[in-house]
């Protein structure tokens, strides 16, 4: 109900159609619900590193006490991130640019940017639930 109240209908929520999950707890794949029942995770951006990933967690609070911001100011990390990254790309890749995003939709969004600036044109195809 407050979900409603408060949410615009456009963002969705899993299992709306069924059963929505009361989500308060995770840990590596799992999700843990309001009644303590586990779930296997296969909807968030964090498989590849677990949630409550206490090493990741470690990273993450050490950075932002020190500073949280994007790639819109310099500094050297995200020139070594970039380098890193592509030097494990094969040829020619390994000598392109990288974009760093933080969301699906900020990577769609860029995608569509940059397929206007190389084509000139505005159009293009959607498909429905994309």
């Given amino acids: 109900r407050e979900r409603k109240e ?6 969705s ?15 590596g ?3 843990i ?4 029942r586990e779930f296997l995770d296969t909807r968030n951006n964090v498989a590849h590193v677990g949630h409550a990933n ?3 967690a470690a990273a ?3 950075q932002v006490s020190i500073l949280n911001t994007n790639t819109r100011y310099l500094h050297p990390h995200v020139c070594k991130l970039a380098r890193e990254l592509l030097a494990t790309f094969p040829p020619p890749l390994n000598n392109g640019v990288v974009f760093f995003v933080n969301s699906g939709s900020e990577a769609n969004d860029l995608a569509l940017r940059l397929a206007r600036a190389a084509t000139g044109r505005e159009r293009c195809i959607v498909v429905d639930h994309a």
Avoid: R
Avoid at 6 to 11: E, T
Avoid at 13 to 27: C, K
């Fill in 6 to 11: 408060h949410f615009c209908p456009a963002q």
């Fill in 13 to 27: 929520i899993s299992y709306a159609n069924t059963d929505p999950l009361m989500i308060v707890a995770g840990h």
């Fill in 29 to 31: 794949a799992t999700l």
């Fill in 33 to 36: 619900d309001a009644d303590g």
């Fill in 54 to 56: 206490k090493k990741v």
């Fill in 60 to 62: 993450v609070s050490t």
